[in-house]
C-alpha cells in the first residue's frame, strides 16, 4: 500500500492519519468543512446512535472525521470503486474506527433495498463535472469528479433517508437551482451555507441541508471566507478545519 504512488497525510491537527492518492482526487476544504458542517448539527442534536451513510465515501475522509467527533455513531461508507474501497479500509484500521465505520461496496444507481429508508442523515461531496468539461489523464481523478446522472445521486441519496432524516451535500454554487429543483419534490427545511473564497469573489461552493417531508422556511446562513485581504486561511476557516466542527447552530 505504502508505494509511491500515495502518501500519508494528517488532518485535524494531527489527529487523524489518512493514506490517499498522490495524483487524483485528494481531501480539500470541501471535505473537511462538510464533515464539521455534519459534526456541528451531530453536537447540536446531542442524539445517541445516530445511522449515517456516506455516499461515494472515497478514501474515507468524511466518515473518519465524523467518527473521529462522535461516540454514539453507527456510519456506513459506501463506495464501488476498488482502489478507493481498498485505501478507506486500511484508512479506518489505521484510525482504529472499524467499530464506528462499516464500509460497503455499492453503486448509489444500484442501490441495495436493505439501505432504503435505513438512515437518520446522508452525507455526500457528489461529483459534479460534466461528461463536456476537459478530461484529466488520471482516471481515478475522472472518477471521482465526473458524474453521469447528478438527478440519480440526489434522488437516491435521499431514498436512504428515514421520514425526517437529514441529507448534507457540498456542492457548486452554480449547481443551487438544480438540486432544489431534484430536492424540493421529497425534501424541504432547505438550510443554505455558502463558503467564499475572499471578500471580494462570489461563493463558488455551497453546504446545502434538506430534511425529507420538511415544511419550514428556507434560511441562508451566514456563511464563512476562505481567505483574507492578506491571501491567508481566516481564523474561523482554520478553526473549523482544525477541529472539524462548524459550530454554527
Do not use: C, H
Request: net charge positive; aromatic share 10%.
Amino acid at each position: 500500500m505504502f508505494a509511491k504512488n500515495f502518501t500519508v497525510d494528517k488532518i485535524l491537527e494531527g489527529k487523524i492519519s489518512i493514506i490517499q492518492l498522490k495524483k487524483g482526487f485528494r481531501y480539500g476544504f470541501d471535505t473537511v468543512f462538510l464533515a464539521a458542517f455534519v459534526n456541528g448539527y451531530l453536537k447540536k442534536l446531542k442524539k445517541k446512535n445516530i445511522s449515517l451513510v456516506d455516499v461515494g465515501s472515497g478514501v474515507g475522509t468524511i466518515s473518519l472525521i465524523i467518527a473521529y467527533q462522535n461516540d454514539k455513531i453507527n456510519i456506513t461508507a459506501i463506495e464501488n470503486n476498488d482502489t478507493y474501497l481498498e485505501i478507506a479500509s486500511e484508512n479506518i484500521v489505521r484510525n482504529n474506527f472499524q467499530k464506528k465505520i462499516n464500509l460497503i461496496r455499492s453503486d448509489i444507481f444500484n442501490i441495495d433495498n436493505d439501505l432504503i429508508n435505513r438512515f437518520d442523515i446522508v452525507v455526500t461531496n457528489p461529483p459534479f463535472y460534466d461528461q463536456k468539461q476537459k478530461q484529466s489523464k488520471n482516471e481515478l481523478d475522472n472518477y471521482a469528479k465526473r458524474i453521469i446522472n447528478y438527478e440519480g445521486w440526489i434522488e437516491n441519496s435521499v431514498k436512504l433517508l428515514k421520514d425526517k432524516g437529514i441529507i448534507f451535500l457540498i456542492i457548486p454554487t452554480r449547481l443551487l437551482e438544480k438540486s432544489l429543483k431534484f430536492l424540493t419534490t421529497k425534501t424541504g427545511s432547505f438550510k443554505i451555507f455558502p463558503i467564499w473564497p475572499n471578500k471580494k469573489k462570489s461563493s463558488k461552493r455551497l453546504i446545502l441541508l434538506a430534511k425529507k417531508g420538511g415544511a419550514s422556511p428556507t434560511e441562508l446562513m451566514s456563511g464563512v471566507r476562505l481567505l483574507n485581504n492578506q491571501g491567508k486561511v481566516t481564523k474561523k476557516a482554520r478553526t473549523y478545519s482544525n477541529n472539524g466542527i462548524f459550530n454554527f447552530l
